[in-house]
């Protein structure tokens, strides 16, 4: 009962103390934390905002950018030379807005009219006379002769050209399809700055005629020619595309297939590019589109809008000093990629522009001036200040104090458990002792008074009645021999006088103190001695009860079996004293608490035999104090075997 109340007075000082102003900390903590989150999520909203306006900037700044660079590259160009690449990958056309009429860049160069019906002055008359040669009378041979006169008359290249084709297809009618060849091949290299009134280069018309003659060597010049040039007329496109499909099936080696396909897929995309293009033209007065770099543009008009099935940005923008407007068209994909690759190392946010949906909800949205897109913005953190220090600390101090209270939680818990299973073992302890105490005592008492009351004259069975007297004493002086000397060894003052001693002595004056009670109860003892045994420096009073605790084990936990067998050995230089029997066996699980203090195996077989739990604690500090060692081996149901191992005098 006192133990009882001193553990409810731990307990209450400890909520007192400590789970109180735990509680209150942590409902500080929470009310702190909740309004920290409050105030997290105007944040965020805030920083959220701050963003998308950023974001805004950015798209911003990058178009315009891409819009300076292309614009100014243009202007240092001439005209001819304005449908070379573009600067940017991701610009799809840099076109001339006049009148609000889109024109083309393969429209925006002057050409030349090359037939003989528009075509005036020398180079015309004789065009003419060659093909009314040519076609009119048959004369190949006059044919010939006046087309070369016409290349001769031909003030720029596309002039010369076109009439160096007419004389090759002459030329192969007649027969001489290597002179033929040659003039293609003159044709074939002026590339693709040379082309008629529709934008198709004369190289192109050479070519065809090429294709069986040199399929690499025109593979590669086209792939060139192509990958040099931005903007090709689509009936240039389409009649590329026409003599790549011919010259696939030519091509022999890996480079060539490959060359061949990537040639093919870019030819694919301009020709969409062009289609593209086409269509803006028609549908250019609808789009409402006002320039980027004009200071006088009409309010609420779209800076950028989105166009086409393949999606581009276009926007328009004004040069100083000229009168039209010139459209740039970027590539929304391929833009966007750029933006989504570089937006977490320029503004430190992790997020994804993309082409708004119709689910798109407004918060996601890039606002009026780009109202065709959408972001998908990841956390936002580090852009409030010290906004992330406050609920770490209140986590942090929350965690601490926490730990503190579970700790000491645990301590009283283990405090309180240990005092339990100490006030049970004692329990035990007085239990099992009171017993064993009171078996003898209750012997003893019942033989003297027998005796005493001389009503047996047999000697046979007074000698009897004596031995179990005396047994039952010596019983009972080994129950107080063990307690008293489990007192000594927690108090430290225990101590061993180790003398040279004859271990053979020693288990054979156990086996007979033994004798009577083994053979009362049915026992019997099979004692194995080794031969010429060396003595051992040990106490011989305290090897003879550690080797009577066994032996007494022995007999409580034997079962039905009645056989023990009691061993004395020499191996490796360490005498071992066995004690076997074949009982109950001990579970691996507790084998190795049963030499603790108080310890006995919890089972329904052990529960009815009488026992402190001492007897193997008080072997194992014998057997440590003597330098041994005890082992067990033990299997439920065929018994258990304990081995004292006892080191041989040295030099013995």
């Not at 060849?181 to 693709?192: C, M």
């Not at 870019?266 to 007065?285: G, K, M, W």
């Not at 329904?604 to 194992?620: D, Q, W």
Request: proline fraction near 4%; aromatic fraction near 6%; glycine fraction near 8%.
């Amino acid at each position: 009962m006192m133990v009882l109340r001193s553990q409810r007075r731990l307990i209450a000082l400890f909520l007192a103390a400590v789970l109180l102003p735990c509680a209150v900390l942590v409902l500080l903590t929470v009310q702190s934390m909740r309004q920290e989150r409050e105030l997290a999520g105007k944040r965020s909203v805030d920083d959220r905002a701050r963003v998308f306006v950023q974001v805004r900037q950015a798209l911003r700044a990058r178009l315009e950018s891409i819009t300076s660079q292309e614009l100014s590259t243009r202007a240092a160009r001439s005209s001819v030379a304005r449908n070379l690449s573009y600067t940017d990958s991701s610009v799809r056309l840099v076109a001339d807005v006049v009148g609000g009429r889109l024109v083309p860049p393969w429209q925006a160069v002057a050409r030349v009219s090359l037939s003989s019906a528009s075509s005036g002055g020398v180079f015309g008359d004789k065009l003419r006379l060659a093909e009314s040669q040519e076609f009119g009378r048959g004369n190949l041979v006059e044919a010939a002769a006046l087309y070369r006169e016409a290349i001769a008359a031909g003030r720029r290249t596309e002039q010369a050209g076109y009439a160096q084709l007419a004389l090759a297809r002459v030329l192969a009618r007649l027969g001489q399809a290597r002179e033929a060849t040659a003039q293609y091949a003159q044709v074939f290299a002026l590339g693709f700055d040379a082309a008629d009134e529709h934008g198709v280069p004369l190289a192109l018309y050479a070519a065809t005629k090429l294709t069986d003659s040199g399929p690499v060597r025109v593979l590669d010049r086209l792939s060139d020619e192509t990958r040099q040039r931005c903007c090709l007329a689509p009936e240039a496109l389409y009649m590329l595309r026409q003599i790549v499909d011919t010259l696939t099936p030519r091509a022999s080696r890996e480079r060539e297939v490959e060359q061949s396909a990537s040639l093919r897929r870019l030819l694919d995309e301009r020709i969409r590019t062009a289609e593209q293009t086409v269509a803006l033209e028609s549908e250019l007065p609808e789009l409402g589109l006002r320039p980027l770099l004009h200071a006088g543009a009409t309010s609420g008009a779209p800076r950028w809008i989105m166009y086409g099935r393949e999606p581009w940005f276009v926007g328009a923008a004004t040069i100083a000093g000229d009168r039209a407007s010139v459209l740039i068209a970027i590539d929304a994909a391929r833009f966007l990629t750029t933006v989504n690759r570089t937006l977490p190392s320029e503004l430190g946010v992790s997020g994804h522009i993309r082409m708004a949906l119709p689910g798109d909800t407004a918060e996601r949205l890039l606002g009026p001036d780009f109202a065709f897109l959408s972001m998908e913005l990841g956390p936002v953190s580090g852009l409030s200040g010290d906004r992330g220090i406050a609920r770490p600390f209140y986590l942090g101090t929350l965690i601490v104090v926490l730990g503190v209270t579970l700790f000491g939680a645990y301590l009283l818990w283990f405090d309180v458990r240990r005092e339990l299973r100490l006030a049970n073992l004692r329990s035990q302890f007085v239990a099992s002792v009171s017993h064993e105490l009171k078996t003898p005592l209750t012997a003893i008492r019942m033989f003297a008074e027998t005796l005493s009351l001389d009503h047996f004259q047999d000697p046979a069975t007074r000698r009897e009645y004596l031995d179990t007297i005396v047994n039952e004493t010596e019983r009972l002086t080994r129950l107080l021999d063990n307690v008293l000397d489990l007192s000594k060894i927690e108090r430290g003052q225990k101590q061993y006088r180790l003398e040279p001693t004859t271990l053979a002595d020693v288990v054979e004056r156990c086996a007979r103190m033994l004798q009577y009670p083994l053979a009362q109860h049915g026992f019997r003892l099979h004692v194995e001695t080794a031969d010429a045994l060396p003595r051992v420096a040990a106490d011989e009073d305290a090897v003879e009860q550690a080797v009577l605790n066994l032996l007494t084990n022995a007999m409580k936990y034997s079962g039905e079996s009645r056989d023990i067998d009691l061993r004395l050995r020499r191996v490796n230089g360490e005498a071992i004293i066995d004690v076997q029997d074949r009982g109950v066996g001990i579970p691996a699980t507790h084998k190795a608490r049963v030499i603790e203090k108080f310890y006995r195996v919890p089972s329904a077989e052990n529960a009815g035999i009488p026992g402190a739990g001492l007897g193997l604690t008080l072997v194992e500090h014998i057997v440590t104090a003597h330098g041994g060692r005890l082992e067990i081996e033990s299997e439920v149901g065929r018994g258990s075997t304990f081995s004292i191992h006892l080191p041989l005098e040295p030099g013995r």
